[in-house]
């Protein structure tokens, strides 16, 4: 142990003999070595020693020669990989290691086993087989890819002497080693892209053991090459894919899934289009409705909810081209479409039997109960982008799919007087804006998104559906709120959440959506509302960081009510100047009886009070009280019925005016007597009073006051963290470090 003595030497390191027994102790890690065929080594290994001399070490004790050809593993059947000096921080007590060929000798045994012109069938079976293991561990890859490994795999492939097992051991290896992206996707040809793309041909394949991996290969060819999309293209569709999604196999399915997700995003318009068309068949939907997302249920996993998710993203993301580009109005097709909007809510044609609310006046009077802002020239309401003229689409879907419910909004809103009514152009091309917001339509979809709608599988125009839901859903809930046009943008807040809360519950149709939307009501929001503010109010209060806020708020808090008081105090108050022999009377019939008034301020300078007789109106000034109490000479405060007044003269029954009396109890002479004329008025006095004494505010309106201030305080601290949740605990604090020599190995 190092002397006293010698740590004060001048020049020497000052290292705590614990510092070194703690950092030696961590380094050291107790594990086991196992190698086929001999006994494990027990082995305390140092994390400070290169990784070579420990295999050396090793290799030493086993008396194997050329130990740089030996490699430690780990021994878990789900990870097998090789341990490096990056890697070997993974390395703790009790683990079980093998000492394994090295990374570099196992790649070169295994190309010559899988070579074709060195190695027999059986053996090349088992070197793919093995292969197809090792490939996931980048140590092994980056060596095997070194000595053209991939090569060897793409010729086998190409060669099409493979079928069956042995050639699904070498797609899922050569999928395993481009994993590690060490090679680029463009290393591959249209010739290998075509024989892999045969193990997809539904009409052939009859074996299904490669079917997953030449998928996968696929759909990274797509994403990653830059020059072979087109040669995918050419050997497989969309149309060759989807059946592959009625496989009662989870992952041919994703995979499945996945490639055509890539063939959609990756084609051009022309192509989008036709692929889009086929995804919106009867069939495609119903495949994907019972047999991806009915037959997994709760099995379904993150990576196929998320194909599913971005299937829906793109789908939706069609109509990025309408929503970002505004109305020509001088074209003649878009002046077409809005008169048919005109002429599908107005009779237009002059039928005598129809309803005279629905006659036509003129055009100009028909786009002003339609809602459009300039009636000489409605085409440029959509003139604005986004939403452009994705608006004008979807109202003329809900004017052609469903003119009754089309005419019944149009009329409602026509019928109601000017204040209250909702334009429908208006409110369509804003909803049409606020449901793009919320479906994410313009938006690039992301990479963690997993959040898709089974309702959208049930209808071949999805959003056009959505929209004609939810514009008669704002149509109700503007009435239900009896709306003007000031409450536009309420409303429309309302229908949002109505809207969000309603998508919560994934509904699996539109008829479930539009049920939910029902129970949705306007008062079913506001109590949403309410119930979920009090809920935070409550949790907030309850979260020890809230608590910690409120104790370190509350002294200034209490001063801010404590000055408020003293002001009072200064105002002054008219009392009743009580006599000793008057008894006190039923409040209810008849006055008290009292000889005179009497008027008390507290001084500025909050050291007496002054005080002096006055009349029934008076309100004396500070320098007519010419009588004063010194605050030093006050000795106490008595309430209610401690008072000797309360006492000596006993209220009638049915009065409470003990509830308001109090006494200032002075040293030398008699006390002082007051009864406050309310309980308001006796809380700030006798809070004042205290508070001058140095005593507690104990009243009931400090309390409040107290509650209250304290809450408003808390709420203006806490607008930043709006939408952050307040942990009821704080995270613990990290337990310092047994030492301060901190050293990072690379």
């Not at 409605?378 to 052609?400: E, I, Q, V, W």
């Amino acid at each position: 142990m190092t002397s006293r003595s010698n740590m004060a030497q001048p020049g020497r390191d000052r290292v705590l003999p614990t510092t070194a027994r703690t950092s030696r102790s961590e380094n050291i890690k107790k594990v086991a070595i196992t190698m086929k065929g001999v006994q494990a080594q027990l082995l305390e290994l140092d994390q400070n020693r290169p990784l070579a001399a420990i295999i050396q070490d090793v290799c030493h004790a086993w008396n194997l020669g050329d130990p740089d050809t030996y490699a430690l593993q780990f021994s878990e059947p789900n990870r097998q990989k090789y341990i490096t000096e990056r890697s070997r921080s993974e390395i703790q007590n009790g683990n079980v290691l093998q000492l394994k060929e090295s990374p570099a000798k196992t790649a070169e045994n295994l190309y010559k086993l899988i070579d074709q012109q060195t190695g027999s069938a059986e053996e090349r079976i088992r070197g793919l087989t093995e292969l197809s293991k090792l490939s996931a561990d980048a140590t092994f890859a980056t060596e095997f890819i070194a000595i053209k490994g991939s090569n060897l795999l793409i010729n086998i492939v190409k060669s099409g002497k493979y079928k069956g097992e042995p050639l699904s051991y070498t797609l899922k290896s050569f999928v395993a080693l481009m994993d590690h992206s060490i090679i680029s996707w463009d290393v591959l040809d249209a010739e290998f892209i075509k024989k892999v793309a045969e193990c997809v041909n539904y009409k052939s394949s009859q074996d299904n053991s490669c079917l997953q991996s030449a998928l996968v290969i696929l759909e990274l060819v797509v994403l990653n090459s830059t020059d072979k999309l087109p040669v995918v293209e050419q050997v497989v569709t969309p149309t060759i894919i989807t059946p592959y999604l009625e496989k009662h196999d989870l992952d041919i399915q994703k995979s499945a899934l996945a490639l055509i997700n890539a063939l959609f995003m990756k084609a051009d318009p022309e192509k989008k289009k036709k692929i889009a068309e086929n995804l919106q068949s009867r069939t495609v939907r119903n495949t994907i409705l019972s047999q991806v997302v009915g037959s997994t249920g709760n099995q379904m996993g993150q990576e196929m909810a998320h194909q599913l998710y971005l299937l829906q993203a793109m789908m939706l993301n069609l109509h990025e081209d309408k929503y970002f580009t505004a109305v020509d109005p001088h074209n003649q097709k878009v002046l077409q479409d809005i008169e048919e909007l005109r002429r599908i809510a107005f009779d237009v044609e002059g039928d005598p039997n129809i309803n005279t609310v629905r006659k036509s006046q003129s055009p100009a009077q028909d786009y002003r109960k339609l809602g459009f802002y300039n009636v000489s020239h409605p085409a440029r309401d959509f003139a604005t982008t986004p939403p452009g003229s994705l608006a004008l689409h979807n109202m003329l879907y809900f004017a052609r799919t469903h003119g009754e419910s089309y005419v019944k909004v149009v009329l409602e809103n026509s019928s109601r007087a000017d204040e209250h009514d909702c334009p429908f152009v208006k409110a369509s091309i804003t909803l049409t804006l606020k449901i793009c917001e919320i479906l994410h339509i313009g938006d690039t979809p992301t990479e963690e998104g997993n959040r898709f709608y089974p309702m959208f599988f049930h209808h071949d125009k999805p959003f056009e559906e959505f929209f004609s839901i939810v514009i008669q859903l704002l149509n109700k809930t503007w009435r239900e709120m009896k709306a003007t046009a000031k409450d536009f943008e309420k409303v429309l807040g309302v229908v949002k959440e109505q809207v969000i809360r309603a998508l919560e519950i994934h509904p699996a149709t539109f008829d479930a959506f539009k049920n939910r939307l029902n129970q949705l009501s306007y008062a079913e929001i506001m109590k949403l509302w309410e119930l979920e503010r009090q809920s935070k109010e409550e949790w907030s209060s309850q979260a020890k960081p809230i608590i910690e806020l409120r104790e370190k708020l509350k002294p200034e808090i209490l001063e801010l009510i404590k000055q408020q008081r003293l002001n009072v105090l200064e105002e002054g108050t008219r009392f009743n100047k009580y006599t000793a022999k008057a008894r006190m009377k039923d409040t209810m019939k008849k006055r008290q009886s009292y000889d005179k008034y009497w008027y008390w301020r507290l001084a500025p300078n909050h050291k007496a009070f002054h005080y002096g007789v006055c009349s029934e109106s008076d309100s004396p000034p500070l320098e007519q009280l010419h009588n004063k109490l010194p605050i030093m000479d006050i000795k106490g405060l008595q309430v209610g019925k401690d008072c000797t007044h309360v006492k000596e003269n006993r209220p009638r029954k049915g009065t409470n005016a003990s509830d308001s009396a109090f006494s200032i109890i002075p040293d030398t002479s008699e006390s002082y007597n007051f009864v406050a004329s309310s309980e308001l008025e006796f809380d700030h006095w006798t809070d004042g009073i205290n508070a001058l004494l140095g005593n507690p505010m104990t009243s009931r309106k400090t309390e409040a006051d107290l509650e209250t201030l304290l809450s408003m305080e808390i709420k203006l601290r806490l607008l930043d963290t709006e939408g952050i949740t307040i942990p009821k605990n704080p995270p613990p604090m990290p337990k310092e470090p047994s030492n301060y020599n901190f050293i990072y190995n690379l």
